[in-house]
């Protein structure tokens, strides 16, 4: 049995027997012998229902869900205004396809994202279904904008896993490995991954070595700054550990794009839709991307993506890009309520939580030897574990025993990259229900510690 604050809260979590239960066992089991291997789930959780930031399994157990669907359901699991939302333009209007007609859901949504996307600048959007397909639509745009076929992604970076979006993720070899060749043009660049500077440097001596290493080196060898499309960048790495670069970095980025008329994209897959306390992570270092690319977050867990251009860039001609399903009106819809519940309040939530959740954090790396470091904007935050703070060594399997006991009292979190636990719930996510998550995360590695 778990571990239970108070018995019959409904915000909080309450388990009822050993986990998994003989429901969720005999689904697995179901699911073991027709779904693709590829799935990687962690612990045994089957889901049944959620409310805000409440999960319930198929045998009545109830989680608090710090995961939010892989940072997904920003306003919280099944909000009753995205649901009121989607059960109206469901009753009217299902599909349409805005490849080819016209409706006003779709339109009012790009006027939405025209609105919100950073800089203040004219924006078009082209839409998709997934993050995969907004990265895919930002690369052809960018190829096709410039006439130029290079394009500058990061290691680590995870952009999706369709052939294009796969050819700029550089996260983990299992996710490439068997599938190439990828497409061509795509050459890695160091991120800036302060905590293991890949140039050794500290923040006291780093002169943004990761974009000289992009200036002086990419550029002048093996991807001329003429043939150079595009820098894609996730503003803060997600599925490779939550890695928040500093504001140089982005300052340099800049330079460098301007400077040689690259363009430059932000994956803001993950970190977008108010999930850093601001709309976008891009707020955070005032940068202003030529190209945004959006999904996740943006309907609360309907399918879509966004991909949101400077009005001037995106003038490619009828016919040469669209999706069938993409901006779906059941999914405008649901991304228009998600909109007006961030901006109403559910982004100063964030920023008042995230700064909540971190005030405890920080002390961590203090007080564990096995915390190395702890990062994050907002509700994204990252916590490292190493096996001791001089060595730095990575920690993967303390993190993976804290990810396991945590489900089985009754918190869901999930690993980024080898060795960060990730935290990011759902935007409405309450002071006791992150007083929750840290006790018990602090329990969990104090356990898993000894257990190791
Ligand atoms: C930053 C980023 N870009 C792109 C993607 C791909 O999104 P999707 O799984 O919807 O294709 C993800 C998914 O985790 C992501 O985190």
Redesign the pocket.
């Known amino acids: 049995m778990g571990k239970t604050l108070e018995l019959g809260r409904p915000d909080l979590p309450q388990l009822s027997g050993a986990l998994p239960g003989p429901k969720a066992r005999a689904i697995i089991e179901r699911d073991r012998a027709v779904v693709s291997t590829s799935y990687t789930r962690g612990y045994p959780l089957v889901a049944a229902r959620g409310e805000g930031a409440m999960v319930e399994d198929v045998d009545g157990n109830r989680f608090l869900d710090f995961n939010a669907g ?2 997904v359901v920003a306003t919280g699991h099944c909000h009753p205004r995205v649901v009121a939302a989607i059960q109206r333009q469901a009753a009217r209007l299902i599909h349409m396809s805005g490849t080819d007609f016209y409706y006003e859901e779709l339109t009012a949504l790009a006027e939405e994202l025209a609105r919100i996307a950073p800089g203040g600048v004219a924006r078009r959007v082209s839409f998709g279904n ?6 895919e639509g930002a690369i052809k745009l960018a190829r096709y904008a410039t006439g130029r076929d290079k394009i500058i992604a990061f290691y680590s970076s ?5 052939m294009g ?1 796969l050819s700029l993720t550089a996260s983990r070899a299992v996710q490439r490995a068997g599938f190439g060749p990828l497409i061509p043009g795509v050459v890695h660049a160091p991120y800036a991954y302060c905590f293991r500077c890949p140039q050794g440097r500290t923040p006291d001596t780093c002169a943004v070595e990761c974009v000289q290493h992009i200036e002086k080196t990419i550029l002048k060898t093996i991807a001329p700054a003429k043939e150079t499309a595009a820098i894609v960048v ?1 503003p803060v790495q ?2 490779s550990g939550y890695v928040v670069p500093p504001r140089k970095f982005f300052d340099e980025l800049a330079r460098v794009a301007e400077q040689n008329g690259i363009l430059l994209i932000f ?1 803001e ?3 977008g839709m108010g999930r850093t306390g601001r709309m976008w992570a891009a707020d955070h270092f005032d940068a202003v991307p030529d190209i945004l ?1 959006v ?2 977050g943006v309907a609360s867990g309907m399918p879509l ?1 966004a991909t949101i251009a400077r009005a001037e860039i995106m003038n490619w001609p009828p016919g040469a890009h669209a999706s069938t399903f993409g901006g779906n009106p059941v999914a405008c819809q649901a991304a228009l309520t998600t909109i007006a519940l961030l901006e109403e309040s559910l982004i100063e939530n964030a920023a008042s939580m995230g700064a909540y959740l971190m005030e405890r954090l920080r002390e961590w790396p203090e007080r564990y030897e096995t915390v190395g470091d702890v990062r994050g904007l907002g509700l994204m935050i990252g916590v490292e574990l190493v096996r001791d703070r001089r060595s730095r060594e990575r920690n993967p399997a303390l993190r993976d025993r804290v990810v396991e006991l945590a489900f089985e009292r009754g918190l869901l979190i999930l690993g980024a990259g080898e060795n960060t636990i990730r935290l990011c719930p759902p935007l409405v996510v309450t002071r006791e229900q992150c007083d929750f998550a840290m006790e018990t995360i602090e329990d969990c590695l104090k356990l898993g510690m000894e257990l190791l």
Do not use: L, M, N, Y
């Open positions: 892989i940072a997934s993050g995969a397909e907004a990265i995870f952009h999706g896993r369709t979006a996730e997600g599925e994956d897959v993950q970190s690319a999904a996740k993506g």
